[in-house]
């Protein structure tokens, strides 16, 4: 089996848990014998990344909308066409249907009428408007990452009988649970969507409560300037190894007041690290759930396991249980599943 993935950036480059997802998928596909090669942007003198061929079109990653002759070309000889969204969906399965080729897309990020809050009324309609263009098309299967993901696809009508979820998994080995200090732990990017500016709002509330911003993204500058003294910030990343499991081992609470993940690899990182979440995505961690953008509510949840260690503890004990659920074996073996029911 042929199978060609489309996706807007692909190892060494990365933005985040799409691109650690795909290389995943590139890789496990390869172990059980199906032929890969990955169609990116980035340095076209990069013709691989640990043994995954890969072609890079030398364009910034947004005007991969438009790269319909080069998916065109690398998908003739192929079985399947692997995509995502959001900026090589389209064109991809534009492709596929011209070719008739089975395409199916991934659903890495999804935000419906969150994109309103993050973007304000104009950009935030304009947004809107681009998903449900990219998403509502009749791939021949649409994959969500979570349960709760497939609900939200339901938003915006892409969550049919055409689709399914298939959870990703994580590199359990390298998460330990250790001596916990006294810091809340925050870990992505540092972007609009994963509600970074509703965590400093959070920390204003709780002067008595460390945080540590762990992560990189385009906000860093604005949230430096506006940070209260009891944030911290780390711009380790998981490149960095050891130093960037130890944070996680060592935090007594996880915290995300993202608006829109659809998954949350932090989260599963997390909770194998026996860390207790506060959380607005509901994957079905211990601990407690809220509301987006509720900042009080937040900052109330936040105080309440800070101030009993001995629940937090329990709670972050059974997370590393629930963690062992999400790996990627189990995820090659269903996608590989479905690639041989569509064929």
């Avoid at 909770?271 to 900042?295: D, N, Q, W, Y």
């Amino acid at each position: 089996m042929k199978v060609l993935i489309t996706h807007e950036l692909f190892m060494p480059d990365f933005a985040g848990g799409g691109e650690k997802l795909v290389y995943e998928m590139a890789k496990n596909l390869q172990k059980r014998g199906i032929q890969v090669k990955v169609l990116t942007t980035g340095n076209p003198k990069i013709k691989s990344f640990e043994g995954i061929p890969t072609v890079r079109l030398k364009i910034n990653r947004y005007l991969m909308n438009f790269a319909f002759f080069s998916i065109w070309k690398h998908a003739k000889d192929v079985d399947l066409i692997q995509t995502s969204n959001y900026n090589a969906c389209f064109p991809s399965w534009l492709v596929g249907k011209l070719l008739r080729k089975p395409v199916v897309c991934f659903v890495f990020g999804l935000y419906g009428k969150r994109w309103l809050k993050m973007r304000g009324f104009f950009k935030g309609t304009v947004s809107r408007i681009v998903e449900k263009i990219q998403l509502n098309r009749s791939y021949d299967k649409i994959l969500f990452l979570s349960d709760y993901s497939k609900e939200w696809g339901r938003e915006v009508g892409v969550a049919g009988k055409n689709s399914m979820v298939i959870n990703p998994g994580v590199d359990l080995k390298d998460y330990k649970s250790g001596k916990k200090e006294s810091f809340v732990l925050f870990s992505g990017r540092f972007a609009k969507q994963k509600g970074v500016y509703d965590l400093i709002k959070v920390a204003k509330l709780l002067p008595h409560i460390n945080f540590v911003m762990m992560g990189w993204g385009e906000e860093e500058g604005k949230l430096r300037e506006i940070a209260p003294t009891n944030v911290k910030f780390s711009n380790l990343s998981l490149k960095a190894g050891k130093p960037f499991f130890e944070m996680y081992s060592k935090a007594s609470v996880f915290f995300l007041p993202s608006y829109g993940e659809t998954f949350g690899f932090v989260l599963v990182e997390a909770m194998a690290s026996g860390c207790p979440i506060v959380s607005t995505i509901p994957l079905g961690f211990e601990g407690l759930v809220v509301k987006p953008g509720r900042v009080r509510q937040m900052a109330k949840a936040i105080d309440y396991l800070m101030s009993n260690s001995a629940k937090a503890k329990v709670l972050g004990k059974k997370n590393v249980e629930l963690a062992q659920r999400f790996t990627w074996s189990n995820f090659a073996d269903k996608l590989v599943g479905l690639y041989e029911n569509i064929l």
